[in-house]
């Protein structure tokens, strides 16, 4: 990647940092994801307000680093709209990106600034883990998710 475009990544993940999107709980709620990285302290709860499959509103509340903080603004900006199936999608993409380095053009979109993740491999956890979060969401999943298990 260009030293440009790291730049813009890094400003982009800032902005998303300082300034999260939907960072509130989410009134009308039905579907609620617990993320929680035990290595560092990431702790964050996405809401989904789901009809039928689709994902209608997201929000997260909670606390962590940057990385963790931008990924989960992004990830609650994104699923908007789309359906269960299309936000597992999305999550197999961003952990291939994130994990690898590889970016699949085909519906990344704004996640692309997270590709440089792969470098800092202890950073992998803090980005996917509102994913982690969202997915079980969508599935309807009970109790709280961890990235004890990620691989990096």
């Known amino acids: 990647m260009s030293e440009d475009l790291d730049d813009l990544y890094q400003q982009v993940i800032l902005d998303h940092c300082k300034s999260p999107r939907n960072f509130h709980t989410l009134e009308g709620a039905n579907r609620k994801g617990e993320g929680y990285n035990p290595l560092c302290g990431d702790n964050y709860t996405v809401f989904l307000k789901m009809n039928g499959d689709t994902v209608e509103d997201a929000a997260f509340q909670g606390s962590g680093c940057c990385i963790s903080k931008a990924s989960a603004s992004l990830l609650t900006s994104i699923i908007k709209g789309k359906s269960k199936a299309e936000v597992k999608e999305l999550f197999k ?14 519906g990344v979109g704004k996640l692309a600034v997270f590709a440089g993740v792969h470098k800092f491999p202890a950073r992998v956890k803090c980005a996917i883990l509102s994913w982690h979060a969202a997915v079980a969401a969508v599935e309807g999943q009970d109790g709280p998710v961890t990235t004890e298990n990620e691989n990096t």
């Open 93 to 106: 993409k961003v952990h291939t990106m994130v994990t690898t380095g590889e970016v699949d053009d085909e």
